[in-house]
């Protein structure tokens, strides 16, 4: 039996009632889908004073699997870089997945962070059991001197092609 992409979500962190992006800072899973892939939805705009100085934030998204089977071989890229030259993002895979930060600036210990841009490059999460979780952290860099800029990137995950 195949796994359909229904069967397969985002969910925010911060807490079982956490509704916002912002708070999505890992810990408890969040009863709350973050429904689009887009990152702009999951980090705030960059205020003029954070493109001035430069800024790090972090976010944590739990990919769970709502299916009855296996979702084998799941793998997540960044399907479309950031388009601002100053901003960049990162991803981390947390196998334990239950630590959280204090706040945005606060980096997760212990994770390696990389800019999987294609399939070939993705951050392997393994075999993700019905109903099981597997935790992404994403890290958000603007450069010192940012220019205003619209800007706008995407993930992706995919089960049974994993790199």
């Known amino acids: 039996m195949a796994i359909i992409a229904a069967n397969l979500a985002f969910y925010l962190t911060g ?5 916002l992006p912002a708070a999505s800072l890992g810990g408890v899973i969040s009863s709350t889908a973050f429904t689009d892939n887009t ?9 003029p004073a954070e493109a001035l100085a ?3 934030k972090y976010r944590a998204l739990s990919f769970k699997n709502l299916a009855a089977e296996t979702a084998y071989a799941a793998a997540l ?14 991803v981390a895979f ?7 930060v204090a706040d945005e600036d606060t980096a997760p210990a212990g994770l390696s ?30 450069s010192a001197g940012a220019a205003v800029a619209s800007d706008s990137g995407k993930f992706t995950v995919v089960v049974g092609s994993a790199p």
Request: hydrophobic share 45%; glycine share 8%; net charge neutral.
């Open 77 to 90: 890229f960044l399907s479309q870089e950031t388009t601002s030259a100053f901003t960049t993002i990162a």
């Open 113 to 142: 962070f990389s800019t999987p841009l294609s399939l070939a490059a993705a951050i392997a999460l393994g075999d993700i059991v019905a109903s099981g979780v597997a935790r992404v952290w994403f890290r958000r860099t603007v």
């Open 94 to 100: 947390d196998s334990v997945g239950t630590q959280s």
């Open 15 to 19: 807490g079982a009632g956490n509704t």
């Open 54 to 56: 430069g800024s790090v």
């Open 39 to 47: 990152l702009q939805n999951l980090f705030a705009n960059v205020s």
